[in-house]
Structure formats: structure tokens, C-alpha cells
């Protein structure tokens, strides 16, 4: 093992250096056709596009009685795009709707293949045909041709998608606004789908028909966990791509008998694994903290404001009992003391013999909540939108989400439109907090 690492970091093996070049290229630009692949809804389209292309591969092999890998993409990429017309024809001219057509394209396509590739294997040149190694990729047999020809591929489809990147945002974003431009939305998008089936094939050989979709969508799923921004989705999916073809050729290099193709969607499912854990914004962790973070304000605000209308029905101002902020919020009294002993750390509670006061701080804080609640009520009520005895639930629900810009738009509004004095932070229900728990009935 160490031995084949060694020959693995020196590239002094001219079989390694290709078949880490070939690996590299197939990563790479699955990862930059992806993100459009994934962001246009066309992610399956890729793995009916793989399998679409196994009769090709067996038909150009029974026509011209050669490998050579341009002739054999070559009837890959015609039965491809077949299979891509047949899947447009049905979904526009049929009831059937897109997932069972492309259903029907890859189970059909790769049935034939399969026959063929049978038919192949039964004739006396058979057995040297190779021709099943497209089924599941062996990248350990790249050649230098195999590579010109792959990275012939890879550059066009660069250099196309550098050249109508801003068409291919709109079409994505925004296709009337594409279309208001003079271009047509159905060849646009008739190229990008030309470009997916360029990608599958520059990945065929080495991944397999099986596998190559993994290889468009793994990485551009990964890199959208990350940003929100087109550009550097595309770079970051690029990367994932280009590692995972590196760290696949890396891993299989050390035990020779495991396929690179598989490593390869193996090392793009750790990426992909890793980012839905651990981005900072969309990830799974990142959301459960903020989840977190929002139930705890929430519940906070909520001990804000029982306090702030307990010291309103009462008419004073008091440290207030644990057993009555329970009544009040609708909580057990171990769930309020946990929450007071929040607020106590953040400066807007105190306690006192077990009570607890909120301190100026928290009287401000308390203000704003109850402002927030009954201005939406009002906005609701008066507004028409909703009756004064269904206002208070999405009141609970929407109190939480104002921010002080808002509020001020509010009181301008009720202000001018119906003479109300937002400095009273009138109660549409009269007396009482009429609170209720967590926005619910």
C-alpha cells in the first residue's frame, strides 16, 4: 500500500497520471454542468441522458467494429439526444408527466443496451469487446487519446458555458425576463441540455453509465449548502467535483482492485454528507441552533410580556410570583423559572424571594412585545383581514418577527387611517392579556 502511494504522489506512473488527469476532468466538469443540472430541475435528466447512451455506444461498436473512444461517445451522444427528443416528445405531446417520462426514456434505452451489449458479447470478438466496462467505468483504462479526446470535451463545454453564463442565469431565474431580451427560452435551454449530455459523456468511460449522474448532481447539491450566489455555487461545485475525482484516484490507487468510479461518488457523497452537517447557514446543525436560538427568544419575550400585562391588569408594578407568570403564559412553573433565570442573566429580570421583577431593560423589552401584538391585531382587524376574535393567534405567531421599522410603519398606518392613538397600545380585546400559549388555541 505504501509502495502505490508513493507511485500515486510522484506521478511517475504515466497510467496513474492519466487516469488522475481523466478523474480530475470527469469531477470537474460533472460539478460545473451540475449546478445548472440542479438549480433548472434537471437533475434526472443526466441519469436517463447515461443510460440513454449505452446503445449508442453498442451500436457504433456493431457499425464500425472499433473502441476508439471518439467513435463509440460519438453513437453515445446521438442515442443520448434521442433519448432526450423521445423524453421531450412525450411530456409535450402526452398526459404523462416528467418523472415517468424520464422513467420510460432510461428503462427503455438501457433495456436495449443491455440486449445489445449481450448480442456483443455472444459474437467471436465478444470477449475483447470491453464494451461492459461502460456499465460501471474503468478509469484505470484511459489513455493519452482517451484523454485528448475528454479534455477536447471539457473545453468546449467551458468555453460555451462561459460565453452564455448570463443566459443560462436567466434561464434559471428568470426566463421572461430572458425572453423579453429576444432570446428563446426552448434553445437555451435546448444548449444546456446539449452541455449536460457533452458532460455525461466525457464521463462515461471512467464512471460508468450507472454512476455518472452521481457525478453531475453530488457536487452541485454539496456546494449549494453554502452560498446562495450562482458563481460561486458553480466554483465551489467545480472544486467538490475535482476532489473528489483527485481523492477517488487517490483511494483506489492504494488497493488497485477497487474501481475508481465508485470511489470517486463515494468521496462526493463525504462532501456532500459534510455540507449538509456543517454549513453555516443551510446546514442541518446550523438550523438546529438557530431553531433553538428562536424557541428560547420567543418563550423570553413571551415572559416579557405576561409580566408587562400582569403589572397592566393589576395596575402595579410588583416582582410577580412564579405560580402567576405560570397562570399567565400557560407554562409549568419549572419552565418559567428556567426562563426567568434566562432573562436574570441577560439583565432583564430580577428575582426576589423567589419572584421575579423585570428591571428597566426588561420593561422596555416587555413594551415593545405587547406594542408588537396589539398593533398586528389592529393592523388585522381593521384592515379586514381577519375578525377581532381570530386575531390574537397570528398575532402570537407574527409578534416575534417585528422589527422596528415595521412597528413604526404600523402606527403610521393606524395613526392616519383610523385616527388610533398608537401611544396607548390599546387592547382590541378590552381588559385582560388574552394570552395564549406559543400561538396556539
Excluded at 460565453?163 to 428568470?174: N, Y
Excluded at 457525478?215 to 467538490?240: D, G, H, Y
Excluded at 439583565?347 to 412585545?369: C, I, S
Aim: one cysteine or more.
Amino acid at each position: 500500500m505504501l509502495e502505490n502511494a508513493l507511485r500515486f504522489m510522484t506521478l511517475a506512473d504515466a497510467n496513474v497520471r492519466f487516469v488522475l488527469f481523466g478523474s480530475l476532468l470527469i469531477g470537474a466538469t460533472g460539478g460545473l454542468l451540475g449546478s445548472f443540472a440542479v438549480l433548472r430541475r434537471r437533475s434526472l435528466v443526466g441519469d436517463a441522458l447515461a443510460h440513454a447512451a449505452l446503445p449508442g455506444v453498442a451500436l457504433a461498436y456493431l457499425w464500425t467494429g472499433s473502441k476508439a473512444l471518439p467513435l463509440l461517445l460519438a453513437g453515445a451522444t446521438v442515442s443520448g439526444v434521442l433519448g432526450v427528443l423521445l423524453m421531450q416528445f412525450i411530456i409535450n405531446f402526452t398526459r404523462i408527466k416528467a418523472d415517468a417520462a424520464i422513467g420510460i426514456v432510461l428503462s427503455v434505452f438501457f433495456g436495449i443496451g443491455i440486449v445489445l451489449l449481450t448480442h456483443i458479447q455472444r459474437t467471436g470478438s465478444g470477449n475483447q469487446s470491453g464494451l461492459d466496462k461502460f456499465l460501471f467505468g474503468q478509469a484505470a483504462s484511459l489513455v493519452e487519446d482517451d484523454l485528448k479526446v475528454m479534455s477536447i470535451l471539457a473545453g468546449l463545454i467551458t468555453l460555451v458555458l462561459v460565453l452564455f453564463f448570463k443566459e443560462f442565469k436567466a434561464l434559471i431565474f428568470d426566463p421572461n425576463f430572458l425572453q423579453t431580451l429576444g432570446y428563446s427560452t426552448r434553445w437555451i435551454d435546448v444548449l444546456l441540455m446539449g452541455l449536460i449530455a457533452l458532460t455525461v459523456m466525457v464521463g462515461l468511460q471512467a464512471v460508468g453509465v450507472v454512476l455518472v449522474a452521481a457525478m453531475l448532481i453530488t457536487p452541485a447539491v454539496a456546494a449549494r449548502f453554502w452560498t446562495e450566489k450562482l458563481n460561486k455555487m458553480v466554483l465551489l461545485a467545480t472544486a467538490f467535483g475535482g476532489a473528489s475525482g483527485i481523492v477517488g484516484t487517490f483511494i483506489s490507487s492504494l488497493a488497485p482492485r477497487i474501481p475508481t468510479g465508485p470511489v470517486m461518488v463515494l468521496v462526493a457523497t463525504f462532501f456532500f454528507v459534510v455540507s449538509a452537517l456543517l454549513a453555516p447557514k443551510r446546514g442541518v446543525l446550523a438550523r438546529g441552533l438557530r431553531r433553538q436560538h428562536n424557541a428560547r427568544r420567543e418563550a423570553q419575550q413571551h415572559f416579557l410580556r405576561a409580566c408587562f400585562e400582569l403589572q397592566e391588569k393589576f395596575a402595579q408594578q410588583r416582582a410577580w410570583a412564579i405560580e402567576e407568570l405560570a397562570i399567565e403564559m400557560g407554562h409549568s412553573p419549572d419552565k418559567v423559572k428556567r426562563i426567568g433565570r434566562q432573562l436574570e442573566k441577560t439583565g432583564l429580570a430580577l428575582r426576589k424571594d423567589g419572584r421575579f421583577l423585570l428591571t428597566e431593560a426588561g420593561l422596555e423589552e416587555g413594551l415593545f412585545v405587547v406594542k408588537s401584538h396589539r398593533l398586528w391585531e389592529h393592523y388585522l382587524y381593521y384592515r379586514t383581514i381577519l375578525d377581532a376574535d381570530h386575531v390574537d393567534r397570528p398575532a402570537d405567531e407574527v409578534e416575534h418577527l417585528l422589527t422596528p421599522e415595521i412597528i413604526v410603519r404600523l402606527e403610521e398606518i393606524l395613526a392616519r387611517e383610523r385616527g388610533i392613538d398608537t401611544e396607548q397600545i390599546i387592547n382590541l380585546h378590552g381588559t385582560g392579556s388574552q394570552y395564549r400559549r406559543g400561538g396556539r388555541e
